[in-house]
């Protein structure tokens, strides 16, 4: 079955720590996304791919980093600089011509120790 | 700027209840708009779109009617289930050619046997 995959689904990160969350999909879509969600807020857009090789910042990128290697994977690191990293982390991807709806990944739950 | 109101939350109903969330939208022009659904500890669904004015999305016996008269799409389901129990998220594109969503902040049904 097509979709997205997203590992570990858990991940915990002492302070201080590089941490990578890793985004898979099968769909053959072109674009990649990364959210952020926080208890009772909505998605916050961290960084989007639509290309290969290619990727920009969203609204909050900072301490956050990106690659777009293969159109299949959009793997998100966290960073030291990351202040607050705690959080519910998303990733989508869809066909890049507007209108059309993006598939959600089941999230990784990222907790600071 | 494109922008996304929900109803604030949470909306706590009866079994068999009617449900009414609101959302209203500002946007150049008229592009699609989406319900996605999130159950606890899981990622976004795809509950139902519409792609144009006029439009009415449905599902799992929820509708939205895409009204541009009102800037509206809200989300209707004339008898809820235990099982509708999730955070209900409405977005629309910001740019007709990156595929990036903007969300509103989340309603939170709890529907009570």
């Known amino acids: 079955d097509g979709g997205i995959t997203q590992s570990p689904k858990y991940l915990f990160r002492k302070e201080g720590q590089n941490v990578t969350l890793s985004c898979e999909q099968n769909?053959?879509?072109?674009?990649m996304y990364w959210y952020r969600q926080d208890p009772g807020q909505g998605l916050r857009l961290i960084y989007y791919s639509q290309i290969v090789n290619d990727f920009q910042k969203g609204d909050i990128a900072e301490g956050y980093s990106v690659s777009r290697e293969k159109k299949e994977s959009f793997p998100l690191t966290v960073t030291s600089a990351q202040k607050n990293p705690t959080a519910f982390y998303l990733c989508?991807?869809?066909?890049?011509?507007?209108?059309?709806?993006?598939?959600f990944g089941q999230g990784t739950r990222l907790t600071v120790v | 700027g494109d922008s996304v109101t929900q109803m604030e939350g949470p909306v706590t109903l009866s079994e068999e209840a009617f449900l009414t969330i609101n959302c209203t939208y500002t946007a150049t022009g008229y592009p699609s708009l989406f319900w996605y659904v999130q159950y606890p500890g899981e990622g976004l669904q795809l509950l139902l779109k519409?792609?144009?004015?006029?439009d009415k999305g449905s599902n799992k016996g929820f509708e939205a009617t895409y009204r541009k008269e009102t800037t509206s799409f809200h989300l209707e389901k004339g008898s809820v289930q235990v099982s509708d129990s999730a955070v209900y998220f409405c977005a629309l594109p910001i740019s007709s050619n990156t595929g990036k969503l903007i969300f509103g902040q989340g309603t939170t049904l709890q529907v009570k046997p």
């Open positions: 769909l053959n879509h072109d674009a």
């Open positions: 989508a991807s869809s066909i890049v011509s507007g209108g059309l709806e993006a598939f």
């Open positions: 519409a792609t144009k004015a006029d």
